[in-house]
């Protein structure tokens, strides 16, 4: 019978006790890993949709204070958008938007690389209807002031009407204003158009054409007065 050597039991010995504190640190780690994801469970998930249906606030509470990111989207197989916190809190409230309205959204909540759901089956919630529109406020200071067409009054009894007056308040100045300055106030008179003074063709004993000269004795200072004198002098 052979003798069993000293340093083949030491040697034995510790590899039992190597692969005994292997088995209990496995356990050990799965045990602090199991309950660290236990107290980051999110727990009494609620979707709240905002009443314009663009919007909507997932909100949980976890034992411990975690970062989450809530995954969603319009189908249970694409949850492809990302709303993630900012800071580590055991009261989470987290924004969605922008969203559609009247839509079915799907989600999940995921902490680190651990994801909860409902069993599964990703939480759902469905938008309201809203108002169809999205109102954008222009910013304080850029807002448009109303056109404002300028109003004028009827003339008093007595007043002479006036050229260049929006009587009729149709925006223009022209010959129905004084029409209707008329039309308002029979009594009233039409003020005189003033023209330069005409004056009756002169003799041109030195043959000159003077500016300002009625040549054609037509009421009118214009250019045909002075082809007038151009022709009488030719």
């Known amino acids: 019978m052979k003798k069993i050597n000293l340093k083949s039991i030491i040697v034995i010995v510790i590899l039992l006790l190597v692969g005994v504190l292997g088995v209990l640190g496995i356990n050990t780690a799965r045990t602090y890993l199991s309950g660290a ?19 909507a606030i997932i909100s949980w509470t976890s034992d411990k204070p975690s970062m989450g990111i809530v ?25 969605l ?19 909860f759901d409902n069993n599964g089956i990703p939480y759902s919630f469905k938008t309201g209807e809203g108002t169809g529109e999205m109102v954008q406020e ?5 807002q448009m002031m109303p056109t404002q067409m300028p109003q004028s009054q009827p003339p008093p009894a007595g007043v002479v009407c006036q050229s260049g007056v929006d009587y009729n308040n149709d925006g223009k100045i022209n010959s129905l204003d004084m029409i209707e300055c008329r039309k308002q106030n029979p009594q ?12 009756t063709a002169p003799t041109n004993p030195d043959g000159a054409c003077k500016s300002g000269v009625d040549y054609n004795n ?5 250019s045909l007065d002075m082809v007038k004198c151009l022709q009488d002098n030719g």
């Open 97 to 115: 938007a922008p969203l559609k309205p009247n839509v079915n959204y799907y989600y999940r909540i995921r902490v680190g690389e651990d994801i």
């Open 218 to 222: 037509d009421g009118k200072i214009n």
């Open 138 to 142: 222009m910013p304080q200071g850029e």
């Open 188 to 199: 009233s008179a039409s003020a005189p158009t003033s023209f330069p003074e005409a004056t």
């Open 37 to 55: 994801s236990g107290a980051a469970e999110p727990k009494a998930v609620k979707a709240q949709p905002g009443e314009d249906g663009r919007s």
């Open 71 to 95: 995954e969603y989207g319009t189908t249970p197989a694409s949850l492809l958008l990302r709303a993630i916190e900012s800071t580590e809190v055991s009261s989470h409230q987290v924004s």
